[in-house]
């Protein structure tokens, strides 16, 4: 009867329709929308496919012979000994060539012989009841650093070939309904290098060898998956727990929850678990215990010093506990372990992103370390497992039981910049320091792994290493910040000052200077205040204009990214950042000029703009100085009253502002606006501590940092250079100023070097003003990092 249905089933539709049809005439109620549906082409061509599919299913096609391949390759012979092949013999024997047909055939070849190899052996009877699944995994080492995927799949690339075999090995597995893949403690298996292929060890056949003859394999029963994530849910410690034992600074709960992820008031850093990395497979092993019970205990390794910025040394350093860490590099690592003290257990901590275990898939953080090379790790130290795969040669052969939590991370990276430097040999919390990445202010990260709410996985830009590191996370960088923030000794921070005029009155220098100054010399100062080219008025270039800015830096040089713990720099230690194209239709990118005090980032401003005034504009800066007759209010100056000024200074529309003799001066946000929106692309130079307040989503500015050249090129090239020092003393550089500029210049760049897009280098004056141009071209006109905050619409 069913059958009958199945066989008739377009005819029943047309009956249907026709039924419809009439109650459509008949003007029923939703008969109209029924008769359109049931009349669709589509659902006809549907049950006609439908109706096919049975009678294929009822027919149960079977191979016409089980030899197709064969007789394919028989037939090209034949055509290719035939003396004039017809064209449709040749196109015959196109088709049977192509790969894809082979393929088919082999296929076609391998089900009509009923071939499934490798058939796998029948579970032995008498298997313990708490025999757990394993997976083994087998890294083949190789005297060439083993490379990705991408340049896998031949033999001398070891890891890539067990990895595809791996997988290839799991699809059959499934299709398979194999219900369980099973290794045994004891075991002898060994790996055969030249193709990467598990034999068992001479003299001793495996039961599983056709099983493990592509790899290691992986190995799951229900039932012993269900007890392995019994047992894990009870003994696997996480990595970070609360710990009340930790002698540090509790943090309110808010806090607490950022750092450790629940409700719970959580001892501030997490409690340091002891980790131990590994590389595999051909790197030496490597390792550092890295705390115990609390307590720092760094192993350097010596000989690899790794670039750390801030320069202080470890605190805390023992002596290198084997020669194997001597010959260590992280480069190739891949993973860390751990170990449950409770238990003696060892587990994969983490599973370092890029590295050497990532790639061959088969390792994950959270399985339990069984046997390394035929050896039971449990109850180990992990030194002593770590020695144990140091002597390994060859091969490494792990037996894991894998962690049935495990979450596969897919996770896209995220762009980040660092705001402040990293070392991870001065961290005491970092589970593994070996594992983990130095980096400093201004480097571009790329987060490959957040899983760890306290630890990440990142790389540098631009990066050659495939491998990540770990780096902390930004909450617990915060905590870190502000721990070691409010560890320091009490100082005095000079930034709380205002700006303004005591700086100068201050400057012991200053009276000297003022004594000093000749009439010619004020001369000139006021001839250098005013620029005209061709009869266009540069404003922007008077000299006075930045003297008003001018103190020592180095008395300024203490600023409130390190005398708050609530400073920005603090609150982001990260910022991410993503690529961003101007599209041509928008404003241009404000480009902002920083460098010390005579490096030249006036003169390079002043070429660029005398090179192309119809491109290039600084903004007309405001004045509380008296108009003179040559003049025109906005054209040299806003010139304002000092109410006015006041008035402006108090609703922040100054992006700097000072005092010179007697004198207000400032550069206003409006003013840059000005140049933008006439289609321009507007230069200032700023002091390097106004560019916050500058970092905004409308101005998108694009921050160059003007640097000294080598100390001999300082010297060489401003032989005849003039510099004007406070007050207006216009002189030849002396010794002294050579050496301040370039104490001043590096001082800068380590300050805020991760608030600057670009570096030029103020060396021969007519090349860095070409670099400048193509500096900024490429700025307003190519991709460029900035805070993801920039780009969002709203
Ligand atoms: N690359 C260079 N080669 C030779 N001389 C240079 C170079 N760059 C700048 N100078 C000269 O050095 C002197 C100081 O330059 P400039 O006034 O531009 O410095 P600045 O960084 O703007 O400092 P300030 O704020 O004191 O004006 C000027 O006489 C300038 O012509």
Known sequence: MRQAMDDGVTEVLSSVVDDVGQAVERNINGAQLLYELLSAPWLRALLKIYECLLQFQRLSPSPF??????????IMTVIQKTHRP???????????????????????????????????????DDLPDDEEAMRIVCLVKNNQPLRGEDHGGSV?????????????????????????????????????????????????????LPRYQSTGSCCLCPQAAEHQKKRLNQSAPSVFSPAASMERPKLNREEGASIGGSSDDYAYPPPPVPAYSFSLPNSPILYKKCTTGGQSRNIPTPGRTPSCPGTRPPRVRTAP??????????????????????????????????????????????????????????????EEVIQILTNSHGTILFKVIPNP???????????????????????????????????????????????????????????????AGLIPSASMLKSK???????????????IRPLSMTDNED??????????????????????????????????????????????????????????????????????????????????????????????????????????????????????????????????????????FEYLVCNHRFVE????????????????????????????????????????????????????????????????????TNFTINRAFTEDDFVELEEASQLMEAKYRQFFDSVLVNDDLQDACIQLCSIIQQAQNEPQWIPVSWGRTE
């Open 65 to 74: 012979l089980p030899y197709a391949s064969g007789l394919s390759h028989e």
């Open 405 to 467: 939590g495990q979450i596969s991370s897919n996770q896209k990276p995220v762009y980040m910049k660092a705001m402040v430097d990293y070392c991870p040999l001065q961290d005491a919390c970092i589970p593994c320091p070996d594992a983990g990445m130095a980096f400093s202010r201004g480097d571009l990260l790329e987060v490959v792994d957040q899983s760890d709410a306290h630890w990440w996985q990142a790389r540098k830009l631009p990066c050659a290493a495939s491998c």
């Open 321 to 382: 506990s084997s020669p194997a860490t001597q010959r260590s590099t992280r480069q190739q690592g891949g993973a860390t372990i751990r170990r449950n003290e409770e238990t003696g257990e060892i587990y994969i901590a983490r599973v370092i992103h890029g590295g050497l275990a990532d790639r061959s898939g088969l390792l994950h953080s959270g399985d339990l370390l069984v046997e390394v090379n035929g050896n039971p790790v449990g109850g180990l130290e992990p």
């Open 657 to 724: 502002y000072g005092e010179s003799k007697g004198q207000l001066y400032g550069t206003s946000t409006d003013a840059i606006d000005e140049v933008l929106k006439r289609g321009r692309m507007c230069i200032i130079d700023i002091e390097p501590h106004s560019i916050q307040f500058l970092r905004t989503k409308k101005l998108k500015p694009f921050v160059i940092f003007v640097k000294a050249p080598s100390p001999e090129r300082l010297r060489q090239t401003r032989r005849d250079a003039r510099i004007i």
């Open 86 to 124: 017809s064209p449709e013999a040749r196109e015959l024997y196109s088709l049977l060539s192509s790969p894809h047909i082979h393929a088919l055939l082999s296929t076609h070849d391998s089900v009509a012989q009923w071939d499934y190899e490798p058939v796998l052996p029948p579970l032995p």
């Open 507 to 644: 400057d012991p220098q200053h009276g000297d200077d003022k004594r000093n100054v000749t009439a010619l010399e004020e001369i000139n100062f006021d001839e250098a205040d005013s620029d005209i080219t061709e009869g266009i008025y540069l404003a922007g270039f008077r000299r006075s204009f930045r003297l008003w800015r001018r103190t020592s830096y180095r008395k300024r040089r203490q600023s409130c990214t390190t005398c708050s713990p609530n400073s920005n720099a603090l609150n982001t230690p990260y910022e991410e950042v993503a690529l961003y194209q101007r599209p041509p239709q928008e404003n241009h990118r404000l480009i902002i000029l920083v460098g010390a005090p005579g490096v030249g980032v006036n003169e390079l401003r002043k070429r660029l703009i005398k090179l192309n005034p119809s491109t290039f504009q600084s903004p007309v800066p405001h004045t509380t100085r008296p108009i003179r007759p040559e003049e025109q209010s906005g054209r040299e100056y806003h010139f304002v009253t000092k109410e006015l």
């Open 156 to 208: 001398g690339d070891g890891l890539g070939l067990v990895r595809s075999r791996w997988n290839s090995l799991r699809r059959l597995t499934l299709e398979r309904l194999v219900p369980a893949r099973r290794a045994w403690s004891g075991e002898e298996l060994r790996v055969d290098e030249s193709d990467a292929r598990l034999l068992p060890r001479e003299g001793q056949p495996h039961p599983f």
């Open 481 to 495: 910040q502000k721990e070691q923030w409010w560890r320091q000794p009490l100082q005095v921070h000079t930034c």
